[in-house]
């Protein structure tokens, strides 16, 4: 064993009465409070309005973590639905098994609805939220430590990581292994910054800082793929994520050079104001009510000239009638 080692956390479940609180769960739970503090402050920055990325959030969270545990139990259904195993426990999600691609894919779907709902564009959306979501796979990955799974090979370096007995699966003659969850932490970190100071130097736009991320992100996830020992799907002879994360590459490399030459600018109009509507209805109907005011001030004005008028004449006709009957009195 080597003299220095990263120790994993005794239990990853605390109990607050008949309440379990998971380290995986607050890892979870962190990553998606940053991811929207951050986005929100970039959607802003791109003309949109503040609170959007909260609000499409309700509907890409869930989403994404349906389409994370999809493709972990549809890639790997061995571990569920093979015999002497329990179906049921593919439902367990606090277990851990979390798919980043069936994340993005059923997320996505999600972030579409919200952006429908919220007159946001959903190309520019993606731009703003891309360094938050890697932010978020960044302390997500913590909750790796906390359930003592997906090490990596054994190892003594000095960052080498201890597992305990229990988790070790067939490799119980060692006690160290890579820290592949620090790997891929340390390096969705790098992503994060690298899609942060590309758009800032050439204001990407049309969802290609998200294709960055998404090429950044796979690059790392080829070699810390290869150093896992868990019991995964191969095809031919690599791990079935590594071919994932090199086709993602490939398609997410295509989208940004083609949107490049499409679109080598940015959005400018990303999502109408809120009140834009009300307030020109506001406005129109105000018009309106002062159009309507001003009628009936005309109305009473003309009726009051023409009561005037009306005594006017009454009061001629009434002079004319007395002097008649004076003149006739004068005569007999």
Not at 26 to 32: E, F, Q, R, S, Y
Not at 124 to 133: E, Q, S
Not at 148 to 170: S, V
Request: glycine share 12%; aromatic share 12%.
């Amino acid at each position: 064993m080597t003299s220095a080692f990263i120790p994993s956390p005794s239990d990853g479940v605390w109990n607050l009465g008949p309440f379990p609180v998971r380290g995986y769960a607050l890892c979870i739970i962190a990553g998606v409070i940053v991811a929207v503090w951050l986005g929100d402050r970039r959607w802003v920055q791109r003309g949109g309005q503040p609170g959007t990325v909260s609000d499409v959030a309700v509907w890409a969270v869930p989403f994404g973590l349906v389409g994370a545990r999809l493709y972990h139990v549809l890639t790997d259904p061995q571990l569920y639905f093979t015999e002497g195993r329990d179906p049921v426990t593919a439902l367990y999600i606090w277990r851990g098994g979390l798919g980043i691609w069936g994340a993005i894919a059923l997320g996505a779907v999600g972030v579409y609805i919200g952006c429908r709902r919220h007159q946001a564009d959903f190309r520019a959306f993606g731009d703003a939220v891309a360094p938050g979501v890697a932010l978020a796979q960044a302390i997500g990955r913590w909750g790796n430590w906390f359930n003592q799974e997906l090490f990596g090979r054994p190892t003594t370096l000095p960052w080498a990581l201890e597992i305990d007995p229990e988790n070790r699966g067939d490799l119980q003659e060692y006690e160290t292994f890579h820290p592949t969850f620090l790997y891929e932490s340390l390096w969705c970190i790098g992503v994060a910054a690298l899609v942060i100071w590309a758009d800032r130097r050439f204001r990407l736009g049309y969802c290609r800082a998200f294709a960055l991320y998404v090429m950044a992100y796979t690059a790392g996830r080829v070699w810390i793929e290869q150093l896992r020992v868990d019991t995964v799907n191969h095809v031919f002879g690599l791990r079935l994520n590594v071919w994932t994360s090199i086709l993602v590459f490939v398609l997410a490399t295509a989208y940004f050079v083609v949107m490049g030459r499409r679109h080598p600018g940015r959005e400018t109009d990303v999502q109408p104001a809120p009140l834009a509507a009300s307030v020109g209805g506001d406005e129109a109907s105000s018009a309106d009510a002062d159009a309507d005011n001003h009628a009936s001030r005309g109305y009473d004005d003309a009726a009051t000239t023409d009561q005037d008028l009306d005594g006017d004449v009454a009061g001629s006709g009434q002079q004319e009638l007395r002097k008649e009957g004076r003149q006739r009195g004068g005569s007999d």
